[in-house]
């Protein structure tokens, strides 16, 4: 038997998760209200808010495994990519518990755990699956060749998806965190409203900045000739924004496909849990005879459950670290 305690502190959710023999049997994230005040995560106060909440998180998920610590055969932890004084907190405490009880300790890259989470729960994609991995700061496409075998074949050249989400948000004076609001008022607007481009990048690269731009000035634009328009047309513009984004994503994804000629598509990330990401691919899985792999909710946003899982595997392949290991707050998914 093994039992692994997952850490995850990448950004502004404190989680911890315990995982054995391959089943989740806790995930506790405790959430930072106080950044939408702010608009957006603040550093500092991210890093201060898991000094505060690790501790009780992990005790909280130790219980409800049903476990104790004297149980526990391994620490993993996310060591990158995130905000460094985030990652501080979760690394100094995996490295504290691991070392006072003298258990092995595991890094976990917190992009390979998102695609990682396909399998905390049946169905699981079999070898080789396209991964499409969509986040506030991230927009990756990736072969998945094996649980730690992952070629990077296609990445944002500059924003990610979620920024264009986000971003569209503050215009349109929503609260943080506005990515879910824009999915809400979509589903009731019109996503051929307003016309906005895609982006001709060669290859299986993405780029966002273009779209948030046009974005703005289509919203300057339309309050220029009518002041209320925010109030008139919000849910059509967030059908019209959430419409081009998803395109964008997975016309890419298609193009990956056909030149792979891999039939198992998978996506993650916290965008994948937009519902029009989801049911887009759903029917796009239909349409080119797909075998397509959704996680739940729970597992596409940040959670200590895919650490827990991903450190599992590489427990079973006895990948261990040292105490010497330091956070990185850039880490590429593959090498």
Known sequence: MAIILGIESSCDETSASVCIDGEIKSNIIASQAIHAKYGGVVPELASRA????????????????????????????????GLLGSLLVGTSFAKSFALARQIPLIEVNHMQAHILAHFIEDPKPSFPFLCLTVSGGHTQIVLVKDYFEMELIGQTLDDAAGEAFDKTAKILNLPYPGGPLIDKYAQLGDPKAFSLPEPQIPGLNFSFSGLKTAILYLIQGQLKENPAFLEEKRDDVCASVQDRIVSILLNKLKKAAKQTGVKNIAIAGGVSANSGLRTELLAMGERYKWNVFIPKFEYCTDNAAMIAIAGYHKYLNKDFVGQDIAPLARMPIAD
Do not use: E, S
């Open 50 to 81: 898991h000094q505060q909440n690790i501790i009780p998180t992990v005790d909280q998920a130790i219980v409800q495994a049903q476990i104790t610590k004297k149980d526990i055969d391994a620490v993993a932890f996310t060591r990158g990519p």
